[in-house]
């Protein structure tokens, strides 16, 4: 059970309007941006990143107005590290109850030689960008993109650089999906160690999916001292997606006895706003799927069925009801066994003798080898054969 008056929050950064729609394919229309930003507020996540305003007139004018319209969280929107995009993207938030401006440049080897600085000369570019973001907005948050192959003195020296521009939460993001648990542990408590002013900002942990592991990794992220978790709902985003915003607050609910740190997001909401985005965007959630997907609270094989109906906690972890599902689904196939047939017959309206059960369950089992689902109709039209037979 979560005690909030001991424990401390962890914030939840969505940005499924941003790094999300940014997988191919994703794209969503005005109007659907700002029901997918009207739904996370509505949950209680702490901090919506609306979009990119310079990348387009649409973004800008997606961000923009959900900066007017948005009641409770801080709408960030994100800019590169220069004036342009930064004033661009103050414009678009400037309207919100809680701006924030996200700024960010690649710091690794690799992303230093795209724009071909030198490390002091980048050292300067992210002194002069995060100055100027903090002398428009009060929030200013700032990313190494690719933080996690970027080298760690050069790291700690140009998180201390945005420290002292102003930068107010600084998030380190894994954007190529490369750390580890361990590792992605290890840097957090590293840079809180080492950098000063480290205790005066928000460390926030910003993940990807490439090996699988984003969930983990944020997770990991925040026992070592990250205290915001940038996600997208069902794990959308680039390549294999981000961290699942449903899986990390799911976690944090259900395994809080072993991560005593509670967030503000209103479980039950869970279900609606992954089959809103999976709409919108057009990417299905797979039946597999943690939390969300089709088959999370489905079960079939005998044995676990009449565990589940003896007792739900033998085979789930958590209450369909916490994510916003109003019950377990227990699925008819060839798995499964005599008492969730008897159960599902009694839910339909018929009650029958243990000879008569005997009976339908033979006739069931062949009709569950020749489809892979058995379904309502399918047992109500072997009633009535039975009963016409009979
Ligand atoms: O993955 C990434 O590095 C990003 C940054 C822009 C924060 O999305
Ligand atoms: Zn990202």
């Given at each position: 059970?979560?005690?909030?008056?001991?424990?401390?929050?962890?914030?939840?950064?969505?940005?499924?309007?941003r790094?999300?729609e940014?997988?191919?394919?994703?794209?969503?229309t005005?109007?659907?941006?700002?029901?997918?930003?009207?739904?996370?507020?509505?949950?209680?996540v702490?901090?919506?990143?609306?979009?990119?305003?310079?990348?387009?007139e649409?973004?800008f004018?997606a961000?923009?107005?959900?900066a007017?319209?948005?009641?409770?969280?801080?709408?960030?929107?994100l800019?590169?590290?220069?004036?342009?995009?930064?004033?661009?993207c103050?414009?678009a938030?400037?309207?919100?109850?809680?701006?924030?401006?996200?700024t960010?440049?690649?710091?690794?080897p690799?992303?230093?030689?795209?724009?071909?600085?030198?490390?002091?000369?980048m050292?300067?570019l992210?002194?002069?960008?995060v100055?100027h973001?903090?002398?428009?907005?009060?929030d200013?948050?700032?990313?190494?993109?690719?933080?996690?192959?970027?080298e760690h003195?050069?790291?700690?020296?140009v998180?201390?650089?945005?420290?002292?521009?102003?930068?107010?939460?600084?998030?380190?993001?894994?954007?190529?999906?490369?750390?580890?648990?361990?590792?992605?542990?290890a840097?957090?408590r590293?840079?809180?160690?080492?950098?000063?002013g480290?205790?005066?900002?928000?460390?926030a942990?910003?993940?990807?999916?490439?090996?699988?592991?984003?969930?983990?990794?944020?997770l990991a992220?925040?026992?070592?001292?990250a205290?915001?978790?940038?996600?997208?709902?069902?794990?959308?985003?680039?390549?294999?997606?981000?961290?699942?915003?449903?899986?990390?607050v799911m976690?944090?609910?259900?395994?809080?006895?072993?991560?005593?740190?509670?967030?503000n997001?209103?479980t039950?909401?869970?279900?609606?706003?992954?089959?809103?985005?999976a709409?919108?965007?057009?990417f299905p959630?797979?039946?597999?799927?943690?939390?969300?997907?089709k088959?999370?609270?489905?079960?079939?094989?005998?044995?676990h069925?009449?565990?589940?109906?003896?007792?739900?906690?033998?085979?789930?972890?958590m209450r369909?009801?916490?994510v916003?599902l109003s019950?377990?689904?227990?699925?008819?196939g060839?798995h499964?066994?005599?008492?969730?047939l008897?159960?599902?017959?009694?839910?339909?309206?018929?009650?029958?003798?243990?000879?008569?059960?005997?009976?339908?369950?033979?006739?069931f089992?062949?009709l569950?080898?020749?489809?892979?689902?058995?379904y309502?109709?399918?047992?109500?039209?072997?009633m009535?054969?039975q009963?016409?037979?009979?």
């Amino acid at each position: 059970m979560t005690d909030k008056t001991t424990q401390e929050r962890v914030l939840i950064f969505d940005t499924t309007l941003r790094d999300g729609e940014q997988s191919p394919g994703a794209t969503m229309t005005h109007e659907e941006k700002l029901e997918i930003a009207a739904l996370l507020d509505e949950m209680g996540v702490d901090i919506i990143e609306a979009g990119f305003p310079i990348a387009s007139e649409g973004d800008f004018e997606a961000v923009s107005a959900i900066a007017r319209q948005t009641k409770n969280a801080v709408i960030c929107g994100l800019a590169r590290a220069n004036f342009k995009d930064i004033d661009r993207c103050w414009e678009a938030v400037r309207h919100a109850r809680r701006p924030r401006i996200h700024t960010f440049i690649g710091t690794s080897p690799l992303h230093r030689a795209i724009p071909n600085l030198d490390q002091d000369q980048m050292a300067e570019l992210i002194h002069e960008t995060v100055s100027h973001a903090r002398n428009l907005c009060d929030d200013v948050q700032w990313s190494p993109m690719d933080a996690t192959r970027t080298e760690h003195d050069y790291l700690c020296r140009v998180v201390e650089i945005a420290i002292k521009a102003g930068a107010t939460t600084i998030n380190i993001p894994d954007t190529v999906g490369y750390t580890a648990p361990r590792e992605s542990a290890a840097l957090i408590r590293m840079l809180k160690e080492r950098v000063p002013g480290a205790d005066t900002v928000v460390f926030a942990t910003h993940c990807h999916d490439d090996l699988g592991m984003a969930t983990a990794n944020a997770l990991a992220a925040v026992e070592a001292g990250a205290r915001q978790i940038e996600c997208t709902i069902n794990g959308l985003g680039e390549r294999a997606g981000n961290t699942a915003l449903e899986e990390v607050v799911m976690a944090l609910k259900v395994r809080n006895d072993i991560m005593p740190f509670y967030t503000n997001v209103d479980t039950t909401k869970i279900m609606n706003i992954s089959r809103r985005v999976a709409a919108v965007s057009g990417f299905p959630v797979q039946y597999n799927k943690a939390i969300v997907g089709k088959n999370a609270f489905a079960h079939e094989s005998g044995i676990h069925q009449d565990g589940m109906l003896k007792n739900s906690q033998t085979f789930e972890i958590m209450r369909p009801e916490d994510v916003g599902l109003s019950s377990t689904s227990l699925v008819l196939g060839k798995h499964s066994g005599r008492a969730a047939l008897r159960a599902k017959l009694r839910d339909l309206g018929y009650e029958l003798a243990d000879n008569q059960l005997n009976d339908v369950f033979v006739r069931f089992k062949a009709l569950a080898d020749r489809k892979k689902e058995v379904y309502d109709d399918d047992l109500i039209a072997l009633m009535t054969d039975q009963t016409s037979e009979g």
